[in-house]
């Protein structure tokens, strides 16, 4: 598409509108992607979040803004709509580390045993699993299993901490996510020494040694209320940075620090340039078969109803 090499940022986001509009559109981005995203969009969230303003919407058109997974959820529970993402390799390695025949094989081994599926996992795990779960919920839902014993995945960081929350015996996955466990103990102590009166806000994806240092541990929507709340000036922020962009347009009086090394590459593939192309085009679109799409919606419902 040559026309769009003249377009300055400002023309993209004028454009961007416009087809918006002429589509029927809405634009749903995560906490995590780029600040120029975040800005253009409806609605900036969690994928829980963002799944439920995709079927809450009267849009016809879902430009997503996240990773795959989280358009999956998004066409799991409004398939009438047309769910955009507006690069498909934007996937999720956590989600990767789990497919539905090594779910099928776990499942044997521990038979009955209840299976919690963090959200980030493909649409064809959550079919195979008894309920999903958030961040924000997992204890939740892990204490409302009847079981003693749950099977948990992918995320063995969260697993293990919300194994320390409950009295579950919790069957883990050894899936990570590479963005969160990449963020070091010594990072953080390093910035609590630059500003010993921030507090430390982290994401329960993070290592054990890592949690140990934190105020707070919740997921980004948490985050979000948090540091709201919280009469703290200060924050080192422990997850995916992108969230920050968010925390300072609502929090203008306040500072947060990122650590550095907590970049998602996949997040960081929308671009505007993309979501324009895919408003143009309504295309890379993301489905789901409708076999799959009712086991999974059956898992992700269950969620919502428990909280
Ligand atoms: O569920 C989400 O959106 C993810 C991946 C993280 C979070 O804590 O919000």
Redesign the pocket.
Known sequence: MEEDLFFNDEKLKEEILRLKKEREAIILA???QRPEVQDIADYVG???G?SQQAAATEAKVIVFCGVHF?AETAYILSPQKLVLLPDLRAGCPLADMITPDALKKMKAKYPGVPVVAY??TSAAVKAESTVCS???NSVQIIESMQNRRVIFVPDENLGKYVARKTNKEIILWKGKCPTHHKIKRESVLRLKKDHPQAKFVA?P?CRQDVLELADKIC????MVKYVKQDPSREFIIG?ELGIIHRLKRENPNKEFYALEEAICPNMKLITLDKVYRSLKTLTPKVTVPEDIRLKALNAVQKMISIT
């Open positions: 995560h906490n995590y969690d994928s829980l963002l989280m959200v980030n958030t961040s924000a994401h994806e997921g980004t929507s948490g997850t």
